[in-house]
């Protein structure tokens, strides 16, 4: 039975690609709504596979995957892209679209859900000078640098206030002085009730903020407490 505090569930989920060895195997995982994390691994452990069946980019290879309370399993193409328009994701290689302008790219998803164009001015204007991307607002992001596209994508996905925010590396193109407020954006969208997961090589961001990880390793998945970061014996969260 779904548990209706869960935001995703995974049940015995296994992925591959072709008839290729299983990246990740036996995957259970039940993420509570509100709650925040880290997924952490090493390079190749599985850690953008797993973020790509949790938004639905990705479909399982074998057992069940729930997003809402749906299992995606027998979602048609509506009903996913429904549920997509709940999740805010952060790409590692942004997705920006390049022709339009940097405040166009951050509107896209206000738009699409046909928010009046004052709103949208408001809530845009507002988060580009959270990012401090103001002055660049009618910049095109094919002339921004990698670290001012990161924060668009970054206030591209957060813009509509997503049910559930999933961010690849989001702070691996800034620097030390722009990643801690990136952070602070990403917590205060928790605090309204947005759940997250952060996938980070960055030890400093998991000793600089007090939250769990979802750690892959050897195909599974783990839950680290951040206080040890010793396994408490399980892979639900």
Not at 28 to 55: I, N, Q, V
Not at 74 to 100: S, T
Not at 154 to 180: C, H, K, Q, S
Request: with cysteine.
């Amino acid at each position: 039975m779904p548990n209706n505090n869960s935001i995703i569930e995974m049940q015995n989920v296994g992925i591959r690609y072709d008839q290729g060895p299983e990246i990740l195997s036996d995957i259970k995982l039940s993420l509570r709504r509100g709650s925040f994390h880290f997924l952490t691994g090493k390079s190749g452990a599985g850690k953008t596979s797993l973020l790509s069946m949790m938004y639905l980019s990705q479909k399982a290879s074998r057992g069940h995957v729930r997003v809402f309370g749906k299992d995606v399993n027998f979602a048609n193409r509506d009903e996913l892209a429904f549920l997509r328009r709940r999740i805010g994701v952060v790409f590692q290689d942004f997705r920006l679209l390049e022709h339009l302008s940097a405040f166009d790219n951050v509107a896209l998803p206000l738009r699409v859900c046909g928010m009046s164009e004052t709103e949208v001015r408001k809530r845009v204007n507002e988060l580009l000078s959270w990012v401090e991307l103001d002055n660049h607002m009618l910049d095109a992001a094919s002339t921004l640098s990698g670290g001012e596209k990161q924060r668009i994508a970054i206030a591209r996905a957060v813009i509509n206030r997503p049910e559930l925010l999933l961010a690849d590396e989001p702070t691996g193109n800034v620097d030390n002085f722009i990643a801690p407020k990136l952070m602070k954006l990403f917590v205060e969208l928790n605090k309204l009730g947005t759940t997250v997961v952060i996938a980070t090589h960055s030890d400093k961001l998991i000793n600089d903020f007090n939250y769990p990880r979802l750690h892959l390793q050897n195909r599974g998945l783990h839950l680290l407490y951040p206080a040890d970061k010793s396994s408490i014996g399980g892979s639900d969260a």
